[in-house]
């Protein structure tokens, strides 16, 4: 079995990462347009005004999240065949934590909106904590926990003769 040049590794990443992307750009483009209908509909003019400062948070996130999830295609654009894959690839990388980030903030953000207008007070907050450490476990707590997976065999597989 071959090995993969540097250029092919850096492809991979690259391609890898956009995969990645796509879910997630997907999801926060939904979330984003959700937030950008709400204060049309009948129903908003009986929001407090905290839940309207949580929607704003919300909002502001949720365009974060847009604006640094799709940014690599930008930049993309900006490096199409300048030979600057690893760059792009950092910064794509960069970006995607980034735009995860803030997505988590208007997810969560989203969820307090809800809750709060739909529920007491206290059981929104409850609700919202338990969906921001449900995010928070799988999306940093397990996978920094397991960031080695596998690299133990991978070094059998070094060992073993083919």
């Known amino acids: 079995m071959s090995k993969e040049t540097e250029k ?13 992307l796509r879910v997630a750009q997907t999801g926060v483009q939904i979330l984003f347009a959700f ?3 709400l204060p049309f509909s009948a129903g908003f003019s009986e ?21 640094m999830i799709i ?12 030979g ?3 760059e792009l690839v950092r910064f ?20 307090l909106l809800v809750t709060d207008f739909v529920l007491p007070f206290w059981v929104a907050l409850l609700l919202t904590g338990c969906t921001g450490v449900w995010f928070l476990t799988f999306w ?23």
Do not use: C
């Open 140 to 162: 940093a707590a397990l996978p920094f926990a397991r960031r080695n997976w596998g690299e133990d065999d991978l070094d059998d597989d070094e060992d073993t003769p083919a």
């Open 47 to 67: 929001t407090t005004n905290f839940q309207r400062d949580v929607y704003i948070v919300a909002l502001l996130a949720a365009a974060a999240a847009t604006a």
């Open 35 to 37: 937030l950008l209908t």
């Open 71 to 82: 940014s690599p295609v930008a930049f993309h654009r900006a490096l199409f065949r300048q």
């Open 8 to 20: 092919q590794r850096w492809q991979r990443n690259f391609a890898d990462l956009l995969q990645e």
């Open 84 to 86: 600057r894959k690893p």
């Open 92 to 111: 794509a990388h960069r970006m995607a934590s980034g735009g995860l980030a803030f997505m988590l903030v208007a997810m969560v953000s989203a969820v």
